[in-house]
């Protein structure tokens, strides 16, 4: 069985309260509990997390990087500023995809930068929760065809 680690930062825990137009409708636990139901499918098991504070972030990146296959992680604002984070990710031995729910892309020019992901294996961003089950789907053929 696969172990897979789901890590989301700052204001993902407050979803519903947040502009849908850009975040969508769900909460972090109906989203969560999708990734879980896709994840069932394919016998992946998953660990979640979601922090706002870097320093936890950092943290769990460490710890799990030791007990996990692959790590889908949205460093939220994060992403756009926190080399520290960056730095954690490039030393974690494990293949990471980072995901947005939103286009980044097209929201205001800060956020089109990620410091976070040239230490990735990859990006998904603006597929709403589709991109975290895309993530997992991704993770999950790629270790496989690692450890073959």
């Known amino acids: ?81 926190s080399y520290a984070i960056s730095d954690a990710l490039k030393d974690c031995p494990v293949p990471v995809i980072e995901v947005h729910l939103s286009n980044i892309f097209s929201r205001d020019e800060f956020r089109q930068k990620s410091v976070t992901v040239p230490v990735c294996t990859g990006q998904i961003a603006g597929l709403g929760h589709y991109g975290y089950i895309l993530a997992v789907n991704g993770l999950h053929a790629l270790i496989r065809q690692k450890k073959r």
Do not use: C
């Open 1 to 81: 069985m696969f172990k897979i680690g789901i890590l989301n930062g700052p204001n993902l825990n407050i979803l519903e309260k947040r502009d849908q137009s850009i975040y969508g409708t769900l909460t972090l636990e109906e989203i969560n509990q999708k990734i879980r139901d896709a994840a069932e499918k394919e016998n992946i098991e998953l660990i979640f997390a979601q922090s706002n504070s870097e320093g936890e972030m950092i943290d769990i990146i460490q710890k799990w990087s030791l007990q996990i296959d692959g790590l889908v992680i949205n460093p939220a604002a994060y992403t756009h500023y």
